[in-house]
């Protein structure tokens, strides 16, 4: 039976906290996983629309009042960790005006830990673990037909007696040519000119993104697979080839792939960029990439196919901390990889954390120093966080005092201490790691040419500086975050 669905993605925070700069500097594009979905929906007959509220700092009244206009049979939440708690608030005050409304939700932070997240938060009547392609859809064909939906693949319930149920995970979607293309008309004309990436992350505007695998073969211990698991599923060549001649035609210039790990097969990147030579594609692109995975002719292939920037998890500049986190890779030949990025005309890009399990002054001194000589275009730096369902997390106690607040594990927060370090230490780093490598001349110079390059960067900077002076004068007042956050007693039990 078609019915009304809206798919929400809830905003990290509501609330103006000193951290708000971060989230001002975050990027706006709607998730793949909740494009792909609203596709399946239509092909299926369903009526739907995307509420996309994640940046901009959006009020849960603004929430609530756009998608009580569209009256929606089923509200479908897609919720990471930090975003979790608003979509639980939003669903509540939804079905405070809609009282008959379904509150289904999916994403990784379900998918990870289902049965905590459906029995902290009352408002969701459902959740779906693991992808929504299928399980989504025969939970509600299941609802609409009265058929017993406790045994369906994936979906997380609640029994009469009030404990939550959960059917493993939905299995690994195998054949993903078999889905329709993204739903990026649902987004309207606004996509993808409004879609606002990171600075410094783009050649040129509009930029959408695109997903082209799900799934890495690697386990750094740091990261959750609960969604897409270790075994890579891939969209052949032809397939991929059509979503970015679709991409070209919408007035994409810059295609961002955010895949779990692009790079995984040489011989798929390989044939990919042959067929975006041959396409003549109007768009540059980036990737992201692991440092043992690439080497100079390929790197110099996907230069020639429009490769503008490549980003690898660096992680640490400890060879100690990096063996901890199972990053299986070499400093030396890390460095190599990066060096070479940068001969074949890619920009490199480095994504690092500081306060890993087992961490030590010494290790963090070490990733400091790193920073001071890597050959690379950018740096970004995040504070560790065990995210449920991650392996460091089911062992975290061990290594250190871990303070579980799921609103709070935006990468921005410190919310796990290594034993024998403090606050303080960490944060002492953090500062020093972004000043170890934002001072240097090369990479000032870089920053330099790219902000004359791109004018829209140079807004976006200016915008930052503002929000960055706000949130230290903020912090200065000392602005009690905690005491910001809305009082409800319905998310008491959610960490
Ligand atoms: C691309 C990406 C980003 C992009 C874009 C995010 C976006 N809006 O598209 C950027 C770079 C902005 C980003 C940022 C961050 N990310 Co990120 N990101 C990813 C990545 C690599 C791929 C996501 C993706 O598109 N997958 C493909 C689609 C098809 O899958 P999907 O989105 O999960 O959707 C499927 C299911 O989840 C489910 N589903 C989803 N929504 C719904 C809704 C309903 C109703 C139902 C039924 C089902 C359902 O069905 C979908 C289709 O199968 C994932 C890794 C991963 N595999 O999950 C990490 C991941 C989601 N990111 C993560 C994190 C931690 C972050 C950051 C905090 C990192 C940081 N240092 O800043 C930030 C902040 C994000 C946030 N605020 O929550 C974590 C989240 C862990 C968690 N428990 O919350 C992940 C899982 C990676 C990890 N470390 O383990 N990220």
């Not at 891939?234 to 059509?242: L, Q, S």
Request: hydrophobic residues 45%; proline residues 6%; contains cysteine.
């Amino acid at each position: 039976m078609p019915q009304r669905i809206v798919l929400l993605e809830p905003p990290y925070v509501f609330w103006d906290r000193a951290m708000d700069r971060i989230r001002d500097g975050e990027e706006s594009v709607t998730g793949w996983g909740v494009l792909v979905l609203a596709a399946v929906a239509k092909k299926r007959g369903h009526e739907v629309a995307i509420v996309d509220r994640k940046s901009g700092g959006s009020t849960l009244a603004a929430a609530v009042a756009e998608i009580t206009a569209l009256a929606p049979d089923v509200l479908g939440v897609s919720a990471t960790t930090i975003s979790v708690h608003n979509g639980a608030r939003i669903a509540a005050a939804v079905k405070e005006k809609l009282p008959q409304v379904t509150t289904v939700v999916g994403g990784p932070h379900v998918s990870a830990v289902p049965q905590a997240t459906l029995a902290a938060f009352p408002a969701f009547d459902y959740g779906v673990a693991g992808e929504g392609e299928v399980a989504f859809f025969a939970l509600l064909d299941a609802l609409a037909s009265g058929a017993a939906i406790h045994d369906l693949p994936g979906v997380v319930v609640r029994g009469g007696d009030g404990a939550v149920r959960a059917n493993c995970r939905a299995p690994y979607i195998d054949d993903l040519d078999a889905l329709p293309f993204p739903a990026w008309d649902v987004l309207g004309d606004a996509f993808p000119h409004r879609f606002g990436p990171s600075i410094f992350n783009y050649r040129r505007t509009p930029v959408a993104t695109l997903v082209s695998s799900r799934g890495c073969p690697f386990s750094c211990t740091f990261c959750d697979r609960s969604t897409s698991g270790k075994l890579g599923r891939y969209h052949g060549v032809e397939y991929v080839m059509e979503m970015c001649r679709m991409l070209a035609a919408r007035g994409a210039r810059h295609v961002m792939f955010y895949d779990d790990l692009f790079t995984v097969k040489r011989k798929r990147v390989v044939e990919l960029c042959e067929a975006m030579i041959r396409a003549e594609l109007p768009f540059t692109w980036s990737c992201n990439s692991h440092p043992n995975l690439l080497d100079f002719a390929t790197m110099k292939l996907m230069k020639r196919a429009g490769c503008w920037q490549i980003a690898y998890g660096v992680e640490s500049g400890s060879q100690r901390v990096l063996d901890v986190v199972k990053h299986e890779v070499k400093l030396p030949r890390l460095r190599e990889t990066l060096r070479l990025t940068r001969q074949a005309g890619i920009r490199a890009k480095g994504y690092l954390m500081l306060g890993h399990p087992t961490e030590t002054l010494a290790s963090l001194e070490e990733t400091r120093a790193f920073l001071e000589d890597v050959d690379l275009d950018v740096a970004q730096v995040t504070k560790f966080t065990p995210y449920p369902g991650t392996p460091a997390y089911a062992t975290i106690h061990e290594y250190g005092t871990f303070t579980e607040n799921w609103e709070r594990m935006n990468a921005m927060n410190f919310t796990f201490i290594p034993n024998g370090l403090s606050e303080d230490i960490l944060e002492d780093y953090f500062a020093r790691c972004y000043r170890a490598f934002y001072t240097r001349p090369r990479v000032l110079w870089g920053l330099a040419r790219a902000l004359c390059a791109q004018p829209s960067y140079l807004l976006r900077f200016l915008g930052y500086a503002r929000k960055y002076v706000a949130g230290a004068r903020a912090r200065r007042a000392g602005r009690d975050a905690a005491a910001a956050l809305p009082s409800d007693s319905s998310l008491a039990a959610a960490p």
